[in-house]
């Protein structure tokens, strides 16, 4: 009888060495640093032995959890895993999710940047518990090791991305609505909103000027010379959008692409331009002092006499005056117009005719009220004295036109490190050129040809413009008295959004970002962190240039709700207009994943996969927290959070 | 120490046997009837108190109960003890719960103990809102800070020359410490019973 016991004993002790299941690895092709590589893990299983799912978790059985790990590792990509059978579990009194027979899994990662060729280890570690019908195998974890062999050369760009190497996951998180009248609204709302940014008004004055001039004139039809106004302002947007859809026809590169759609942010930033149109300014606010007086509007309308033509030359000046209005205001009309762009570039007949359609009543509706103004002229002769009025308000707006140029020189300045005018001098400036103005105002002192108009006197006219300048100075004065502070919202948010727009950016925001623990520039550094602690990733592509970014940062994300959700996620600001590699990635990034070109965008990603929770765009004053809540929700309600 | 000396034995045992064991062992194509038999033998083992060098005593162990008290086995002498291992993941486990609180129910006063000994299930609250969850009215064992329940599971596979490597495996304690029985796999409070009735 013993004998007998000691021999089923023996035999119980080699059968429980024999493990139901069995793990080989293999790793993918050779890969270049950045590069997204593919681990497959094979699970074989005895018959009638089942592990669990990676990903639907139910109560009861533990998942199977596939981690790796090495040096070479730069940002971890989904676990792939076949869809699981599943069947009712009395035992669990649910619905179990299992896997069974020969299961292949797909482990991703991310190559870091930074690789010499070589064979790097990859380290695999697979925690799992077997069950039959009617025995479970406490959990246990394997590991094994894999080589993957770095080759020279530049990342692949169709391997660079989890979601292309990841066929499984299903890509339907399209969210731009890039429906026609989905565009059409965009179009026509931004447009309205785009009458009231701060880019548009120092075209104002010269529209006046050139109109009233124009009125002057008997033989040009004031409705045609309008109408190619309008054109100008219309034609220009229409025309760039045509232009990113030629550009990106048959295109199948997306980094073209991106920085086609990009345009916009170009055009805002480029020192050449910019340069351009602030001595364009600098020769404006020349001409509204009265210090020159080269009135083309005039000679235009005299050459064309001459000739005894009817007023072409007239009309093209109304039509190019359109042009300059629109590139000038394009810093600000960007947010609304880079969403077009984005269809502009799929670089189809259909985006290509949506993006048309979208720029058209875009074009339309922006210069609408601008039109209207070059109508102005006129009924302003009707008010008495208008002369005087006229040259006061000429010689005002010739202030303004100093400004706008200093706005446009900035950008060149910084992006050659000039260093000119920084931050704090182009306040000054502003605050100047405001103190200047309100003295002229208030007849301190005249300018050019105002002498010779008649006595000073402190009309209504005259105090409305002090009040309103005062209006802009306070805002000016307090942020030089407090220097850029990140997370100041001392400011009513109009007067910090104008600023922002107007001035450098305040270049130390970074320096605090980090010490508060975002990533700055750093995505797959967040991407890992928010992989390690199992926290949901929030994402904000921002941009050097973006005004409402700034507002953002510093009004919405300090509110105490807004923080609290905050404080639960890995932080990584992403700037998509610096002028280096990594913007470009993280421009392209935002492009191809999110199909957005606009800042401030928002994501929260899900460290896990790289998809998205939950996304949004623009200045958020309210309900930026929900925004937020709702991604985190999304991410506590994914399986693999369980554990 | 009477455990290491039962696991001296055992291996000494096994060491002479280990040629022929293959051989036999794949004639005698053991599985659960083989282990029957052996339960047999080792109930009928357990009658005879003349024979203690053949008795299976069950170890002692210290555990912890949910409310962080350490329990010992030693502390249910003269009571007829089912030791179940299990854990809250285990599908087959959960099978059997309502038939071990059924049992409870109807044999506690004829001195029957359920022991839990609850493998990697996560801290003792948890287990506590399971069993409360289940309504469990026996006694649930879990670590006391390290991986005790492990060490434990070991210790019985040990004992009884048979790694414990698949759970649910209960084993019938009777009152004089005496390993009765041992089941791999669920069973119903029929079985249970059957086996536990002459015991009690």
Request: a negative charge.
């Given at each position: 009888?013993?004998?007998?016991?000691?021999?089923?004993?023996?035999?119980?002790?080699?059968?429980?060495?024999?493990?139901?299941?069995?793990?080989?690895?293999?790793?993918?092709?050779?890969?270049?640093?950045?590069?997204?590589?593919?681990?497959?893990?094979?699970?074989?299983?005895?018959?009638?032995?089942?592990?669990?799912?990676?990903?639907?978790?139910?109560?009861?059985?533990?998942?199977?959890?596939?981690?790796?790990?090495?040096?070479?590792?730069?940002?971890?990509?989904?676990?792939?895993?076949?869809?699981?059978?599943?069947?009712?579990?009395?035992?669990?009194?649910?619905?179990?999710?299992?896997?069974?027979?020969?299961?292949?899994?797909?482990?991703?990662?991310?190559?870091?940047?930074?690789?010499?060729?070589?064979?790097?280890?990859?380290?695999?570690?697979?925690?799992?518990?077997?069950?039959?019908?009617?025995?479970?195998?406490?959990?246990?974890?394997?590991?094994?090791?894999?080589?993957?062999?770095?080759?020279?050369?530049?990342?692949?760009?169709?391997?660079?991305?989890?979601?292309?190497?990841?066929?499984?996951?299903?890509?339907?998180?399209?969210?731009?609505?890039?429906?026609?009248?989905?565009?059409?609204?965009?179009?026509?709302?931004?447009?309205?909103?785009?009458?009231?940014?701060?880019?548009?008004?120092?075209?104002?004055?010269?529209?006046?000027?050139?109109?009233?001039?124009?009125s002057e004139e008997k033989n040009v039809s004031?409705?045609?010379?309008?109408?190619?106004?309008?054109?100008?302002?219309?034609?220009?947007?229409?025309?760039?959008?045509?232009?990113?859809?030629?550009?990106?026809?048959?295109?199948?590169?997306?980094?073209?692409?991106?920085?086609?759609?990009?345009?916009?942010?170009?055009?805002?930033?480029?020192?050449?331009?910019?340069?351009?149109?602030?001595?364009?300014?600098?020769?404006?606010?020349?001409?509204?002092?009265?210090?020159?007086?080269?009135?083309i509007a005039g000679k235009l309308v005299n050459k064309t006499d001459q000739a005894g033509q009817s007023s072409k030359s007239a009309y093209l000046g109304a039509f190019l005056l359109g042009v300059a209005f629109s590139i000038t205001s394009f810093s600000c009309t960007v947010p609304v117009v880079g969403t077009l762009l984005v269809v502009a570039a799929t670089g189809t007949a259909g985006g290509?005719?949506?993006?048309?359609?979208?720029?058209?009543?875009?074009?339309?509706?922006?210069?609408?009220?601008?039109?209207?103004?070059?109508?102005?002229?006129?009924?302003?002769?009707?008010?008495?004295?208008?002369?005087s009025w006229m040259e006061t308000l000429k010689i005002?707006?010739?202030?303004?036109?100093?400004?706008?140029?200093?706005?446009?020189?900035?950008?060149?300045?910084?992006?050659?490190?000039?260093?000119?005018?920084?931050?704090?001098?182009?306040?000054?400036?502003?605050?100047?050129?405001?103190?200047?103005?309100?003295?002229?105002?208030?007849?301190?002192?005249?300018?050019?040809?105002?002498?010779?108009?008649?006595?000073?006197?402190?009309?209504?006219?005259?105090?409305?413009?002090?009040?309103?300048?005062?209006?802009?100075?306070?805002?000016?004065?307090m942020s030089v008295i407090h220097p850029p502070t990140y997370h100041y919202d001392g400011m009513p948010r109009l007067m910090d959004e104008f600023i922002e727009a107007l001035v450098p950016p305040p270049p130390t925001e970074d320096e605090i970002a980090r010490k508060e623990g975002w990533f700055v520039d750093q995505y797959d550094e967040a991407l890992e962190e928010a992989y390690r602690t199992k926290k949901p990733l929030f994402i904000d592509f921002t941009g050097v240039y973006c005004a409402n970014c700034r507002v953002m940062e510093r009004r919405v994300f300090p509110q105490n709700e807004v923080k609290e959700q905050l404080d639960k996620m890995v932080l990584a600001r992403l700037y998509v207009d610096k002028k280096d590699s990594l913007s470009e990635v993280y421009s392209k990034m935002q492009f191809e994943r999110y199909n957005q070109a606009t800042q401030p965008y928002y994501v929260i990603l899900d460290p896990f996969d790289e998809s998205t929770l939950a996304d949004t765009g623009g200045y958020i004053p309210k309900g930026f927290s929900q925004f937020l809540e709702k991604g985190a929700n999304k991410f506590s309600k994914r399986d693999y959070n369980e554990k | 120490m009477k455990n290491n000396m039962i696991l001296k034995q055992i291996t000494?045992?096994?060491?002479?046997?280990?040629?022929?064991?293959?051989?036999?062992?794949?004639?005698?194509?053991?599985?659960?009837?083989?282990?029957?038999?052996?339960?047999?033998?080792?109930?009928?083992?357990?009658?005879?108190?003349?024979?203690?060098?053949?008795?299976?005593?069950?170890?002692?162990?210290?555990?912890?109960?949910?409310?962080?008290?350490?329990?010992?086995?030693?502390?249910m002498r003269g009571k007829v003890v089912l030791l179940n291992f299990w854990g809250t993941w285990c599908g087959p486990c959960r099978k059997e719960i309502p038939d071990f609180i059924n049992l409870m129910k109807k044999h506690k006063k004829d001195g029957l103990e359920i022991v839990g000994v609850t493998l990697t299930s996560g801290p003792p609250e948890n287990i506590k809102a399971f069993a409360d969850k289940w309504g469990i009215n026996y006694k649930l064992l879990t670590d006391i800070k390290g991986n005790e329940t492990q060490t434990v599971t070991a210790l019985y596979g040990q004992a009884t020359g048979k790694r414990i490597t698949g759970i649910p495996t209960t084993f019938i304690i009777d009152r004089e410490g005496v390993i009765q029985k041992r089941y791999v796999g669920p069973r119903s409070e029929a079985i249970f019973y059957n086996d536990l009735k002459k015991f009690l």
């Open positions: 009888m013993r004998f007998i016991f000691v021999l089923s004993t023996f035999f119980n002790v080699i059968l429980s060495q024999s493990d139901p299941v069995s793990f080989s690895s293999n790793i993918g092709s050779v890969a270049r640093a950045g590069e997204v590589v593919n681990i497959e893990i094979l699970a074989s299983m005895e018959d009638q032995w089942h592990i669990y799912s990676v990903h639907k978790i139910t109560e009861g059985p533990f998942p199977t959890e596939i981690s790796i790990s090495g040096d070479v590792i730069g940002s971890f990509g989904p676990i792939i895993e076949p869809e699981p059978k599943y069947v009712f579990d009395p035992g669990f009194d649910s619905e179990t999710y299992y896997h069974e027979g020969d299961t292949e899994f797909s482990a991703l990662f991310r190559l870091k940047r930074d690789l010499e060729p070589g064979k790097y280890p990859i380290n695999i570690e697979v925690y799992y518990m077997v069950c039959n019908e009617r025995l479970c195998y406490p959990p246990k974890v394997k590991t094994d090791i894999v080589y993957v062999e770095v080759e020279e050369g530049a990342s692949r760009l169709e391997r660079t991305s989890f979601a292309s190497l990841n066929n499984q996951s299903d890509n339907n998180n399209s969210h731009t609505d890039n429906s026609l009248l989905g565009i059409l609204i965009l179009a026509f709302g931004g447009a309205i909103i785009s009458w009231i940014m701060p880019c548009v008004y120092p075209m104002i004055p010269i529209i006046i000027s050139f109109f009233g001039k124009m004031r409705f045609t010379i309008a109408s190619f106004y309008g054109l100008g302002i219309a034609g220009t947007f229409v025309a760039i959008g045509l232009g990113v859809s030629i550009l990106s026809w048959g295109v199948t590169d997306i980094a073209a692409k991106s920085r086609y759609a990009n345009i916009g942010n170009f055009i805002a930033t480029d020192p050449f331009l910019n340069l351009g149109l602030g001595i364009l300014f600098i020769f404006f606010a020349l001409w509204m002092f009265g210090i020159i007086n080269v009135n290509m005719l949506t993006s048309l359609y979208g720029m058209i009543v875009y074009g339309l509706v922006f210069a609408a009220p601008f039109v209207a103004l070059s109508f102005f002229p006129k009924a302003l002769d009707k008010i008495p004295n208008s002369g005002s707006f010739g202030f303004i036109e100093i400004a706008a140029a200093v706005k446009f020189l900035w950008v060149p300045d910084l992006e050659w490190s000039i260093g000119l005018l920084p931050r704090n001098v182009v306040l000054i400036i502003f605050i100047i050129i405001g103190t200047a103005l309100i003295g002229y105002l208030a007849g301190l002192f005249s300018i050019g040809s105002s002498s010779n108009v008649k006595p000073f006197r402190l009309g209504r006219g005259r105090i409305v413009g002090i009040l309103f300048t005062l209006f802009f100075l306070y805002p000016l004065t | 000494k045992v096994e060491i002479l046997f280990l040629i022929g064991l293959v051989f036999i062992m794949s004639l005698t194509g053991c599985d659960n009837s083989t282990a029957q038999q052996k339960n047999k033998t080792l109930t009928k083992n357990g009658k005879n108190k003349q024979d203690k060098s053949s008795e299976l005593l069950a170890p002692d162990f210290s555990l912890a109960d949910l409310e962080g008290n350490t329990v010992t086995l030693d502390q």
